[in-house]
Structures are given as structure tokens and as C-alpha cells.
T-cell receptor, first 110, second 114 residues
Framework: QKEVEQDPGPLSVPEGAIVSLNCTYS??????FMWYRQYSRKGPELLMY????GNKEDGRFTAQVDKSSKYISLFIRDSQPSDSATYLC??????????FGAGTRLFVKA | DTEVTQTPKHLVMGMTNKKSLKCEQH?????MYWYKQKAKKPPELMFV???????INESVPSRFSPECPNSSLLNLHLHALQPEDSALYLC?????????????FGPGTRLTVL
């Protein structure tokens, strides 16, 4: 079992839709949770960073962590074609090693 | 400024060549990382430097040799690579990984080994 599981998609939605991206994890020691966006042939870009459980909002993006169910979510409101990318969830315990999910490919159709 | 720069952007090399990838950050971060990413896969950690000392080597073949000349620079020396080493090589940095600070990635170097 992978430490962080993520459905690779692809996920295709119309412009303006609310997008829900999800991951599960198995390591109870994970304390830090991130979402990265990666455009084709580019490096990952940090979108959201959360410590422990709870919600965090930044513009159209909301990150949610439920440690009781080991579930990580990213919601994108009013999705735009420019949101089309691969979204990677990631976690770590506070040390050097970050564990990434497989990444979900998102396509937002105009 | 949260920028990590990498050079070159693209590199094509033969199996007998020696080349180097370079990474630079000016955010005052004390941890730097090399990752390898194959198409449609997540980044795989290769090396971690903390305060200019090698902290983690994820059992990477010796044909990859990292170097951290100072706190802002990270190199990856390549020698006698194989075609299966073709990938996107990503550099990242974080303020102090022992506190769980998050990593900022560079744009990557796309390496092709012929």
C-alpha cells in the first residue's frame, strides 16, 4: 500500500464547475499536507500548505484535511481552463522526506 | 521571492558524456533537494542536503553525484548515464526541513540520454 493514494484521473469538467480532488494516506504520523499544481513540462508549484486537521482557503482554492479519516481534499471553485494541470497531494511528518501522491490530471473545458 | 532556478532547461547527452545540472536559490533556505520525475509519475526523491551536508541519499546509482558548494547552490554531476535515466530533474529548497517547512521547486531540467 502506498503511503499517499491519489486517483490519477483524468478528470474533465466544464468551465465554472466546482472541482474536488482527493487523496488518502496511511501514515498517522503525517502532520503537514500540501497541494502542488504542475503544468506540463514544468516544476510543481506550491498551492496550499496545511498543518494538521482543518480547512484553509486561498482565493478559489480550499484545502481540507481530516486526520480522523486520513483524507485530504482540494476544492477549486469557478474552475478555469488555466486550472488544467496535474495536481499533486503531498504529506510529511516534519522531516526531510515528502511523500507525493500519483497526481490527478485535470482538464477544464472552455 | 520564492524562486528556484535551474540550468540548463534541456540537456541531451550520450551515455559516455559527463555533464552537470545546476540549481540556485536566494531565499536563504538551508535544505536543498534533487528529485527525478518520469512522465505521469510523481517526483522521486534522490538526495537531500541540509546545511550543505548530504543528509539523505535514496540509494541512487553512483553515476549521479551531488554537490553543494554553498548554501545557495546545488549541482548534480552526471556520468555514464543510461537511457532509462531520461527524465525531468527537479531541484527544490526549503527553509529548514527539520521543522517541516515546505519545499519550493524549480522548473526542472529535461534530460534525454541517447
Amino acid at each position: 500500500q502506498k503511503e499517499v493514494e491519489q486517483d490519477p484521473g483524468p478528470l474533465s469538467v466544464p468551465e465554472g464547475a466546482i472541482v474536488s480532488l482527493n487523496c488518502t494516506y496511511s501514515n498517522s504520523a503525517f502532520q503537514y499536507f500540501m497541494w502542488y499544481r504542475q503544468y506540463s513540462r514544468k516544476g510543481p508549484e506550491l498551492l496550499m500548505y496545511t498543518y494538521s486537521s482543518g480547512n484553509k482557503e486561498d482565493g478559489r482554492f480550499t484545502a481540507q484535511v481530516d486526520k480522523s479519516s486520513k483524507y485530504i481534499s482540494l476544492f477549486i471553485r469557478d474552475s478555469q481552463p488555466s486550472d488544467s494541470a496535474t495536481y499533486l497531494c503531498a504529506s510529511h511528518t516534519g522531516g526531510f522526506k515528502t511523500i507525493f501522491g500519483a497526481g490527478t490530471r485535470l482538464f477544464v473545458k472552455a | 521571492d520564492t524562486e528556484v532556478t535551474q540550468t540548463p532547461k534541456h540537456l541531451v547527452m550520450g551515455m559516455t558524456n559527463k555533464k552537470s545540472l545546476k540549481c540556485e536559490q536566494h531565499m536563504g533556505h538551508r535544505a536543498m533537494y534533487w528529485y527525478k520525475q518520469k512522465a505521469k509519475k510523481p517526483p522521486e526523491l534522490m538526495f537531500v542536503y541540509s546545511y550543505e551536508k548530504l543528509s539523505i541519499n535514496e540509494s541512487v546509482p553512483s553515476r549521479f553525484s551531488p554537490e553543494c558548494p554553498n548554501s545557495s547552490l546545488l549541482n548534480l554531476h552526471l556520468h555514464a548515464l543510461q537511457p532509462e535515466d531520461s527524465a525531468l530533474y527537479l531541484c527544490a529548497s526549503s527553509q529548514d526541513s527539520s521543522r517541516g517547512d515546505t519545499q519550493y521547486f524549480g522548473p526542472g531540467t529535461r534530460l534525454t540520454v541517447l
